[in-house]
């Protein structure tokens, strides 16, 4: 069983940036590709970005391209998110995932979810 856990949400102005970690337990962390999903208030939850388990491969949604970077550390068994260039619309509860398959992560039907660490981009 893999436990993640989030950190690294806060309040930021726009344009400002923000890193977000997950830290995951309980597995072997570099089995599994991980990704990150975010939901804001009144909306579904939606994709972000993701890595492969060996962090050759990203995808990330087109709203967080050029701003967003996924990155990995197996070393420390830990997933980041460095978000630049943060707007108002960026607002939300931000999730990690993982799974063994990098589809199913983006997918949103990874097996493993964290509890969320909220993001709020004031205009």
């Given at each position: 069983?893999?436990?993640?856990?989030?950190?690294?949400?806060?309040?930021?102005?726009?344009?400002?940036?923000?890193?977000?970690?997950?830290?995951?337990?309980?597995?072997?962390?570099?089995?599994?590709?991980?990704?990150?999903?975010?939901?804001a208030?009144?909306?579904?939850?939606?994709?972000?970005?993701?890595?492969?388990?060996?962090?050759?491969?990203?995808?990330?949604?087109?709203?967080?391209?050029?701003?967003?970077?996924?990155?990995?550390?197996?070393?420390?068994?830990?997933?980041y998110?460095?978000?630049?260039?943060?707007?108002?619309?960026?607002?939300?509860?931000?999730?990690?995932?993982?799974?063994?398959?990098?589809?199913?992560?983006?997918?949103?039907?990874?097996?493993?979810?964290g509890?969320?660490?909220?993001?709020?981009?004031?205009?």
């Amino acid at each position: 069983q893999v436990q993640l856990v989030e950190s690294g949400g806060g309040l930021v102005q726009a344009g400002g940036s923000l890193r977000l970690s997950c830290a995951a337990s309980g597995g072997t962390f570099r089995s599994y590709a991980m990704g990150w999903f975010r939901q804001a208030p009144g909306k579904e939850r939606e994709f972000v970005a993701a890595v492969s388990w060996t962090g050759g491969t990203t995808r990330y949604a087109d709203s967080v391209k050029g701003r967003f970077t996924i990155s990995r550390d197996n070393a420390k068994n830990t997933v980041y998110l460095q978000m630049n260039s943060l707007k108002p619309e960026d607002t939300a509860v931000y999730y990690c995932n993982a799974d063994s398959n990098l589809r199913a992560v983006v997918a949103g039907q990874a097996d493993y979810w964290g509890q969320g660490t909220p993001v709020t981009v004031s205009s």
